[in-house]
Each structure stands twice: as structure tokens, then as C-alpha cells.
């Protein structure tokens, strides 16, 4: 069974740190990796998406980098402002259609 | 990218009482989901919601409790059944693009039971 955890549950940076969101899934027979920001009582925009073939993707000041081998994937987010506060998520997909969501990081950057 | 809406956005509920919500995508899209979040927590698949036929329901979760409606490829209603307060959550419908599978999520709705 899909299990994904991340660490850590809360970061809080000043502003303008460079920083690294980690992921973690049991199971490495994944499909896709997603990751998804989410603002606090609102629904999830979809940041970016890392195909099983895939090792990265990027956009903008994100890069998601995908290790199906160590059961592992990160969000790197450039230069952080106060607009990256948010919680981030990741989900695995298997085989099957189902995504399995991390328990997300909650972060916080100061101005 | 698809396009979701979702109605109510928030809503106050008594006990005992039945909600429906409703999710709409303005493309059609052959696999939608329901998922809860409660209170603190991470996302919890409830359903996937099937055009024509019955909903597909995740472990712990049941079609007396949570009906589900798919009724077009555009359009999908979850009703939450005889509530209380334990169902207090933001519920949120997904699509998935077809060939890449990447989902993406209604504005959710936020439900607490008194």
C-alpha cells in the first residue's frame, strides 16, 4: 500500500532563502508525482506534474526532481517570497488511477 | 487546463440533515473525483465518479452516505447524508487529463455540521 510522507510539516524563512521541500512514497511503482500548492480553506492548484520517465521538472522559480529508485522527490522553490506562503502537497499515482497525498508542508516566508 | 467550479462554497448544516454540492468542468472529461479533507488533514479519496454508471467508493467510505451523481462528462454532484459534525470538512472534485493524468481541483466546498 501507497504510503507518502513529507518532510518537514512547517518551515518558516526570512525572505529571498532558497529552500527544499521533501516527499517520500513507499511504493515506487509510481505513474506520476504531482506537486500542488494550496492556500489556506481553498482548493489545490497544481504546480507541477513528473511523469515516471521524468527525473525534473521546472517552472519558473520551482524544480521538482523525481527518484522513483530512493522513493523520493523534492521541491526546490528559488529566491522565496512572502506570495510562496502556502501549504505544499505532493500525491503519487500508481498503476492504478488513484493518487495517494502527502501530509504536506505548511510554509511560511517572512518579509 | 480544465476549468472547475464548485457550488455551495462554504455552507453551515444541522445534524441529520443532507447537502449536496456540485461540480462543474468546462471540458468534458471522462475521470472526476471526490475527495474530503478534514480539519488539519491531508486529502482523502472518497469516490471516482463514473458517467453511466455507479460510482466507484474508496474503503470507508459508502454510497448511503455519500451519493454520487455523474450525470454528463461536465458535471458530477456529491451529497454528504445525514450529517454530523465528524463530516465537518472541505470537500473538492478533480479531473484527470487524459494521457498525462495530471489532476486538477475545484475551489472546494467547505462544510461544517452544528
Known amino acids: 500500500k501507497q504510503e507518502v510522507t513529507q518532510i518537514p510539516a512547517a518551515l518558516s524563512v526570512p525572505e529571498g532563502e532558497n529552500l527544499v521541500l521533501n516527499c517520500s512514497f513507499t511504493?515506487?511503482?509510481?505513474?506520476?508525482l504531482q506537486w500542488f500548492r494550496q492556500d489556506p480553506g481553498k482548493g489545490l492548484t497544481s504546480l507541477l506534474l513528473i511523469q515516471s520517465s521524468q527525473r525534473e521538472q521546472t517552472s519558473g522559480r520551482l524544480n521538482a526532481s523525481l527518484d522513483k529508485s530512493s522513493g523520493r522527490s523534492t521541491l526546490y522553490i528559488a529566491a522565496s517570497q512572502p506570495g510562496d506562503s502556502a501549504t505544499y502537497l505532493c500525491?503519487?499515482?500508481?498503476?492504478?488511477?488513484?493518487?495517494?497525498f502527502g501530509t504536506g508542508t505548511r510554509l511560511k516566508v517572512l518579509a | 487546463s480544465a476549468v472547475i467550479s464548485q457550488k455551495p462554497s462554504r455552507d453551515i448544516c444541522q445534524r441529520g440533515t443532507s447537502l449536496t454540492i456540485q461540480c462543474q468542468v468546462d471540458?468534458?472529461?471522462?475521470?472526476m473525483f471526490w475527495y474530503r479533507q478534514q480539519p488539519g488533514q491531508s486529502l482523502t479519496l472518497i469516490a471516482t465518479a463514473n458517467q453511466g454508471s455507479e460510482a466507484t467508493y474508496e474503503s470507508g467510505f459508502v454510497i448511503d452516505k455519500f451519493p454520487i451523481s455523474r450525470p454528463n462528462l461536465t458535471f458530477s454532484t456529491l451529497t454528504v447524508s445525514n450529517m454530523s459534525p465528524e463530516d465537518s470538512s472541505i470537500y473538492l472534485c478533480s479531473v484527470e487529463e487524459q494521457g498525462t493524468r495530471e489532476q486538477y481541483f475545484g475551489p472546494g466546498t467547505r462544510l461544517t455540521v452544528t
Open positions: 471540458s468534458q472529461v471522462t475521470m
Open positions: 511504493d515506487s511503482a509510481i505513474y506520476n
Open positions: 500525491a503519487a499515482a500508481g498503476l492504478t488511477y488513484k493518487y495517494i
